[in-house]
């Protein structure tokens, strides 16, 4: 089970030195099934139904060449997502991880808190540089984000503020 809310990020914040590097892809979009390699030697394969602040997951590390494999594989139309990844610490032990993209998504900054309850994640009070929160907006997915008009998706959203 994953609790989590979601913001869009308008304007960086002072960014940490560290940061890790993402590719992601979708295999499938109702599950989402979804691969990702995080640096040179971590890769994953995640399983995650549902939408909103509380998400089923399931997630397993799998080999580079299962990931290789999977990579070409993934649902027509999407592209591998790349990212870098930032932790960043909040109060009350908390970490935001903000995620700020390249490829086809250059440009696009998210950044997503995960909570142990969904009382702590409804009583969570976003820093100043969140922007709006897309948590329940059912077109924010990263599986719709991989489509090929990604970018048009998030311009989309934003629009409608």
Same mark, same amino acid.
């Given at each position: ?20 590097? &993402? ?9 989402? $099934?979804? $691969? ?16 909103? &602040? ?8 799998? *080999?580079?060449?299962?990931?290789? *494999? ?7 139309? +999407? ?7 930032? %932790? $960043?610490?909040?109060?009350?032990? &908390? ?27 409804? %009583?969570?009070?976003?820093? +100043? ?5 897309? +948590? ?20 989309? $959203? &934003?629009?409608?503020?």
């Amino acid at each position: 089970m994953e609790i989590e809310r979601q913001f869009l990020v308008d304007r960086l914040p002072q960014l940490p030195e560290e940061y890790e590097l &993402l590719r992601q892809g979708y295999v499938a979009l109702l599950p989402e $099934i979804r $691969i990702r390699q995080i640096g040179d030697s971590h890769f994953w394969l995640t399983v995650k139904r549902g939408a909103g &602040l509380v998400r089923e997951e399931w997630e397993t590390e799998v *080999s580079r060449q299962e990931f290789a *494999s999977l990579s070409e594989r993934l649902c027509p139309e +999407t592209c591998m997502i790349e990212k870098r990844r930032y %932790k $960043i610490p909040l109060a009350d032990g &908390l970490v935001a991880e903000l995620h700020v993209h390249a490829g086809h998504l250059t440009g696009f900054n998210y950044v997503e808190v995960e909570f142990s309850d969904v009382e702590g994640a409804k %009583k969570f009070v976003p820093p +100043t540089w969140f922007g709006r929160e897309v +948590t329940d907006d059912v077109r924010f997915s990263y599986g719709t984000l991989a489509q090929a008009r990604g970018m048009d998706i998030v311009r989309e $959203i &934003l629009q409608c503020e």
